[in-house]
């Protein structure tokens, strides 16, 4: 049986699914490619985890859905915007993302780079549509927390780090601030944007960032857990390539089993961060048990 | 002698390339790569035209240089993301850009990728903060006419026109809305994000609109003139490149005699736009003089 987080999840994707869909562009003019492109990449599924922890987060402040699904819109398609420049040959090569022919398999190299560039602009100009909230200032807000966790001290200064840092120079400080920057940053923001929506007072604000940061690296390692143990077919992509690659990881520097420990221990922790939101943060507190019992 | 127009574009670059250094990373982690080749592109000279439009216009309406050069250093920034993707082997694949190798000659293909990436969510993370405007509802004003000249209805749609669409299908009309969203948008942004700032008046933003639609357009049309008249030397890029690749340009579909005319033609137009703006707005008409004579 589903059991309610499930369900809440699943909700949240085709919520997400139809706001996704308003939002990206579909001409018959001669961008018809970039814009195909751009659909076919946001509209491919995926968890949309990133999306459901805005909702949820909003709603501990009762905010508009209104509001907090654009917010939740733009950053999915800021995410698709990482995945599809990640796959690119010049990076990950990658051949397959959520069970399909990634961008630059599916149309060509070209339209891969100018798809996920696109996207990027498009996640800005959600945020800042009036739209998205009366107030300017929080819009503005929205923009610059969430461009600063998109950029280079944010999630492309840890792709950065992760291609190029020398695996035998890796320690496990270095791939914890690693991935902060690659994953964590976008996590973090989720969070956060539904605590700038909802004018949360700084002890909320504290409380949800550090719920964000603990459900971040869980979430990571829980990712290298996978990669190391998962399935291409049910995984919908490549794993082990990071083993493959030479790469250090959570798991290679852990070892599995204290791997699995110590992202149960995050997950724990992060659920004690929410005591102040009572009954109300219950979605967010199986949000993170689903983090690290999920199987793909 | 130096003349008033190239004395004050010539003052812009020099203070662009000051306030362009402070909002680019530095560092000596393993992001050091990425931070060097942000720094590599955006500092290697051009004409800052782009800065120089945002600034003249805002100055219309005493807007505060505090405010009109960080506008001015997120286009540059912006724009200097274009050529960085626009130069990679997928698109145009050049060596040379602004007399200097591309940044993936210089550095490599995925750090092209990644700089890019990271220039666009800077140019935002410096629009939306509150340096640059103390009005919320103008920072975010300011975002989403970029986000949108930017993106898939605008810079990176043009792109994927000229990238895609058949020289022998291309006709007149064709090429000028590929050329205006493909380098018009952003001329277009430069000269209406000065208006903004200054809370210029309907009428006042109707003429800047104007002229910024000719100025671009004249811009355009004199590249194409230069690409098939220029030396490669002279211009710090290749040249020909266009007849080269049997692409459709102003001067292939009106010869090259006729798109001087036409050229010439929008430069007085859009210099008649700026009659509202009596004396004050001396150096955006020699800007349109300059747009046409231009060597480079």
Known sequence: MEDKFAKALRQTADLMNTALSSHLPQSESLERQLHDAMRYAVL?????????????????????????VRVAAALEILHTYSLIHD??????????????????????????????????????????????????????????????????????????????????????????????????????????AGAILGHAAPAQITAIRAYAHDLGLAF???????????????????????????????????????????AEMLSNQAIGHLSIFKDNADLLREAAVFTVKRKK
């Open 44 to 68: 491919s599924g995926g968890k949309r985890l990133r999306a459901f922890l805005v909702i949820q987060c909003a709603d501990l402040f009762d905010v508009s859905r209104d509001y907090s």
């Open 87 to 192: 796959d690119l040959p010049c990076m990950d090569d990658d051949d397959l993302r959520r069970g399909l022919p990634t961008v630059h398999k599916k149309f060509d190299e070209t339209i891969a780079v100018l798809t996920g560039d696109a996207l990027q602009a498009l996640a800005f100009e959600i945020l800042a549509d009036p739209a998205t909230h009366p107030s300017g200032t929080i819009r503005a807000s929205l923009v610059h927390k969430l461009a600063t966790a998109a950029g280079s001290h944010g999630m492309v200064g840890g792709q950065t780090m992760d291609i190029y840092a020398d695996a035998e120079d890796i320690s496990l400080a270095t791939i914890t601030r690693l991935q902060q920057l690659k994953t964590g940053a976008l996590i973090q923001y989720a969070c956060e």
């Open 220 to 262: 990571q390692i829980t990712d290298d857990i996978l990669d190391a143990e998962g399935e291409s077919e049910e995984m919908g992509k490549r794993v082990r390539k990071d083993a493959d690659a030479g790469k250090a990881t959570f798991v290679s520097l852990m070892g599995l089993e204290k791997a699995k420990i110590h």
